[in-house]
């Protein structure tokens, strides 16, 4: 058995499979390369079994999303590492070695992120993931190399390896004992911020997670969801609040969780002063949804929390009103 498994999640997505999937098995001779299919309708399992015959394919009985697709389908992958990868994701040459260099020689890191930069601008770092994630007081996620619509141009000022917070899921590696402990992602995200809610309770647990600069993938986004879809808004929004929920400490949760309502209402107004209204009902909705279902999510609470998991108090302070547009060391 190889060592690595990476794990391609698709839905309908023949041509992103066209495109990006030679690249994938032409880098990654060490590891044993799955396409994870969430019931496609289009010709995307037929066209992987005629053309790359090593693929190993895995299909679910639905589309479950991001979240449960990967659920699902990890259940009959057994290589000790998991490199979950998005279908619009183009691997480098030696792009696994760094990352299994580093799960190696770290026993106790968990979860690794590459350097992930715009598969349509390779000067520049992708909005997903970026250099490794953290995360502010209130929820809000930021990136080195990317903060809200602010991105870093790549001049090797993120070349290390460094501990982070979170790790984007667009390319995420995991050790299967770690995801079959926190039992994978929560389906009830299906897609969005899953990934930080992993991350969160890995910390949770104990568990490190580490930026390997030294690895590189370039990453289209938005090619299953674009960013100016309200459907975006609404999983990102109530994803968040559901994130926090679960996972902030029991004594900041509640004064943590209303200013951050309070700073979703503005982002509202906001989408509304730009002409989108659709927006600012996504987020109402979101909201709703959040209320609906927030005895649920209090059940998923788990005993320990930890207390230090933000990395400064509001980046929406200092990107907006301190004109902090980029990633400071001294967060």
Same mark, same amino acid.
């Given at each position: ?73 990890l259940?009959f ?51 997903? %993931?970026? /250099? *490794? ?5 209130? #929820?809000? &996620? ?6 809200? !619509?602010?991105i ?31 039992n ?11 990934e ?48 926090m ?19 979703? %209402?503005? /982002? *509202?107004?906001?989408?509304l002063?730009? #002409?989108? &209204? ?6 109402? !909705?979101a ?45």
């Amino acid at each position: 058995m190889k060592k690595v498994a990476v794990v391609i999640l698709n839905w309908n997505g023949v041509k992103l499979l066209e495109q990006f999937l030679p690249s994938v098995l032409q880098y990654s001779p060490e590891a044993t390369v799955y396409v994870a299919d969430n019931a496609s309708t289009d010709a995307s399992v037929q066209f992987v079994k005629a053309n790359f015959p090593s693929v190993k394919i895995v299909e679910n009985t639905a589309n479950f999303g991001f979240a449960k697709g990967y659920n699902e389908a990890l259940q009959f992958v057994e290589e000790p590492i998991y490199a979950l990868v998005n279908s619009d994701i183009e691997v480098t040459e030696n792009w696994l070695q760094p990352i299994v260099t580093l799960f190696d020689n770290e026993p106790t890191t968990a979860i690794i992120q590459p350097k992930i930069l715009d598969f349509k601008n390779k000067d520049y770092f992708e909005y997903a %993931g970026a /250099a *490794g994630g953290f995360i502010d007081k209130y #929820g809000f &996620p930021f990136c080195r190399g990317r903060i809200f !619509e602010t991105i870093e141009k790549d001049n090797g000022q993120y070349n290390d390896t460094v501990e982070i917070f979170w790790a984007s899921g667009a390319c995420f590696f995991i050790r299967k004992a770690v995801y079959r402990e926190l039992n994978g992602f929560d389906p009830d995200f299906f897609a969005h911020q899953e990934e930080i809610d992993l991350c969160w309770r890995a910390v949770n647990k104990g568990h490190v997670i580490k930026y390997c600069g030294t690895s590189t993938v370039y990453h289209v986004g938005g090619a299953t969801l674009e960013a100016g879809n309200p459907r975006k808004t609404f999983l990102n929004f109530r994803n968040s609040l559901w994130m926090m929920l679960k996972n902030l400490p029991k004594g900041q949760m509640f004064p943590a969780l209303f200013i951050r309502l309070v700073l979703d %209402g503005v /982002a *509202g107004i906001r989408f509304l002063t730009q #002409g989108k &209204p659709k927006h600012l009902w996504a987020v109402l !909705e979101a909201h709703f949804y959040f209320y609906f279902h927030i005895f649920k999510f209090l059940g998923k609470r788990e005993g320990i929390q930890t207390k230090k998991y933000y990395k400064i108090n509001s980046i929406v302070y200092r990107y907006f009103l301190k004109n902090g547009k980029v990633f400071d060391v001294n967060f």
